[in-house]
């Protein structure tokens, strides 16, 4: 298996826009208030298609998306690029972070155990749903387009929890405790991490609907369903083609959708025992890749070599392709609007700033 260095060419080729673009592309998106908040409450404006202004300062992205976006809105601007990039060879994920009840899951799967629901009105419907039927789409374009060469696709998709540093398989929970191993042929992997072959939008929608259903939320104080978990759905997609001299050549390439635990501080919320062990686990998970984002978006401005300490949690261990490596990354920054949420707001956008600044070095699997 060898690595090919995308050239313009290839790019054109493949009329893949903005590939060359290796930053990660950060959006930052704005819940509306809900019942408990006022509207006088509300701190955060948007300014412009990529900045917003909070309390006087000023604050720009690759777009902001205000409580008027819509789902199809997100689509278009993480999830459409996601599936080009995909079909293209390249390993994409996106990742939602933000405080708990700012809007991730909402972002990422749908409202809130919508999934689980029989009617999902589609507007509504979340990130990984819409991506999963246009890339099916897509797939079934290509092959009509491609007929000549044989193009086939192959979709295996897994879904796991991490929680309190133990990986969940969320398609099989008495799977608990699973290991991540790394290997030079394969890269990094779940061991027995259950894998189920996708070729529908359905498929996809009953493995979601599985996984969800095995989520673990946690009960604090202060919020009742606050996520103490992460949670990864992954897609590994194969195409294969015979090419002009009729060999089979053979591309692979990743989709990770990430729903992040919440980003605040677990001090306010009186957590105690075994939440506090859990609250302290989290913020590894989180503190770390709150370092990793720091320290690769100095690598990447300075251009200096440093060691990056992708083993110190689970969540980096597993996803450090997506951190800096081959790997596209969109980064949804989830907040609230309401002044009661202003210091994990701020943390929120200083974080999204700072993971702006990465460059990734995508490159195409092929074989
Ligand atoms: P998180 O996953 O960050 O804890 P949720 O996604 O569960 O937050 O969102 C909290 C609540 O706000 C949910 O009831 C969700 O349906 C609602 N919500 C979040 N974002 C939006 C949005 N953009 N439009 C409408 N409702 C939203």
Known sequence: SHKRKLSN???LENGVAGSSDTGVKVIVRMRPPNTNEEEGEVIVQKTS???????????TFDSVADASSTQAHIFQFVGAPLVENCIAGFNSSVFAYGQTGSGKTYTIWGPSNALLEEELSSDQQGLTPRVFESLFFRMNEEQNKHADKQLMYQCRCSFLEIYNEQITDLLDPVQRNLQIREDTKTGVYVENLTEESVCSLKDVTKLLKKGLSNRRTGATSINMESSRSHSVFTCVVESRCKSKDGLSSLKTSRINLVDLAGSERQKSTG???ERLKEAGNINRSLSQLGNLIN????????????HIPYRDSKLTFLLQESLGG?????MVCAISPSESCKSETFSTLRFAKRAKAIKNKAVVNEQ
């Open 295 to 306: 320290i690769l978006a100095e690598v990447s401005q300075t251009g200096k070599q440093r």
């Open 271 to 273: 957590a105690a025992g």
């Open 9 to 11: 060419d290839f790019l």
């Open 49 to 59: 298609d990529d900045s917003l202004s909070i309390l006087g300062q000023t604050f």
């Open 326 to 330: 081959n790997a596209k990354l969109a």
